[in-house]
Each structure stands twice: as structure tokens, then as C-alpha cells.
Nanobody, 119 residues
């Protein structure tokens, strides 16, 4: 089970930190995907559970940081300098592979948390 938290409404330029607590998973790849209204779901940032390789979408590089607390089996997404185009439902998931240039499709998904960036 994957349970997200931390979404909300924030002004442009603001920050949010998303959390995803996992139960029943060990040493899995983790990732964050988002879906905006009328758009396809896209991979935002993922991390390889084995070697720590990370992936970031070009649109979030330098602004978002993914991290894992293995002791608590929780993955985080720190989002800084948020923009209106970052708005959407953010899903925690377990991608089947993660390489620096791609976050693979996921086999388990959380329920999603809404992020809205608006003034």
C-alpha cells in the first residue's frame, strides 16, 4: 500500500513536500507521477531502490528533489519554486525500472494527492 500526503494549495514560487509511506514493499523503486486536467500522466521524479539512480523530468530539474527514508519506508518529493504548470494530481508509484533518462511504467499506485499552484 502506498499512501501520499502533503499536497495542497500554494502560491507560485512557493514550496511543498510530498510524502509517500509504503507498507508491504521493500527495496522497490519509487517514483512520483503527476496528471494535470486534460493531460496524460507523466513521470516527474523517480529513484532506483537498488543503486539510488534518480530521474527528473526536464521541467522540474533544479526545483524538485526526491529522497528516500529507508528506515521508515517513505519517499519524499521536495518541490521548490513551484509554477502553475506544476498543478495536478501527484501519484506515488513503484516504477519497474529507473534510469537517469527515464522512469519506467509503474505496477503499484497510491491514491494521489492534489497540488494546486495559483495566486
Amino acid at each position: 500500500q502506498l499512501v501520499e500526503s502533503g499536497g495542497g494549495l500554494v502560491q507560485p514560487g512557493g514550496s511543498l513536500r510530498l510524502s509517500c509511506a509504503a507498507s508491504g514493499f521493500t527495496s522497490y523503486n519509487r517514483g512520483w507521477f503527476r496528471q494535470a486536467p486534460g493531460k496524460e500522466r507523466e513521470g516527474v521524479s523517480c529513484i532506483n531502490g537498488g543503486d539510488g539512480t534518480t530521474y527528473y523530468a526536464d521541467s522540474v530539474k533544479g526545483r524538485f528533489t526526491i529522497s528516500v527514508d529507508n528506515a521508515n519506508n517513505t519517499v519524499y518529493l521536495q518541490m521548490n519554486n513551484l509554477k502553475p504548470e506544476d498543478s495536478g494530481v501527484y501519484y506515488c508509484a513503484t516504477p519497474i525500472y529507473v534510469v537517469p533518462t527515464l522512469c519506467g511504467p509503474a505496477d503499484y499506485w497510491g491514491q494521489g494527492t492534489q497540488v494546486t499552484v495559483s495566486s
